[in-house]
């Protein structure tokens, strides 16, 4: 079976995230968002180019979990799509887009949180091991760091 894959965006929260209803009922949520850009010179540094800035929406249960989750300068990573639109403004024609968020998370190399589990615990999933409890279950024995005095001299074998 084929990867399924969507577009992606990532970036920093450059606004303070709004929630909103659409006509239907529907929550929704909106953020400004901004995307750091960097030119490659030939010796291998880099230089930061202009930050463009964005429009993130996402919709339903999952835009009152991204207000509660998010928070301005937050870092995101998010899967979705472009929805391009237009309207009209002063008799003008006017083109836009936005990025439709489907999943939107904490973007793990460069945010440190918290994971609540409490809801896996309560409905009787195991939660994933922790790195210690992990090695306390591997099969192979934990190295222990030898002491100087402990470790025999290396001879080599004769020929």
Do not use: C
Not at 67 to 93: L, N, P, V
């Amino acid at each position: 079976m084929a990867i399924r894959t969507q577009e992606s965006l990532s970036g920093f929260i450059a606004s303070n995230p709004q929630l909103s209803f659409t006509s239907k009922g529907d929550a929704k949520f909106y953020a400004r968002v901004g995307r750091e850009h960097y030119i490659r010179h030939d010796d291998g540094s880099f230089t930061q180019d202009e930050t463009s800035f964005h429009d993130l929406v996402m919709y339903r249960r999952s835009a009152e979990r991204a207000y509660e989750q998010f928070a301005k300068a937050d870092s995101f990573i998010a899967e979705g799509y472009i929805h391009a639109y237009s309207y009209e403004k002063d008799g003008q024609t006017v083109a836009g887009e936005e990025f439709v968020a489907k999943r939107l998370g904490h973007d793990v190399a460069r945010t440190i949180y918290t994971v609540d589990r409490s809801r896996r615990q309560a409905t009787g999933v195991e939660p994933a091991p922790s790195v210690e409890r992990a090695a306390e279950q591997s099969v192979f024995p934990p190295i222990e760091p030898a002491s100087p005095a402990a470790t025999p001299p290396v001879t080599a074998p004769s020929l």
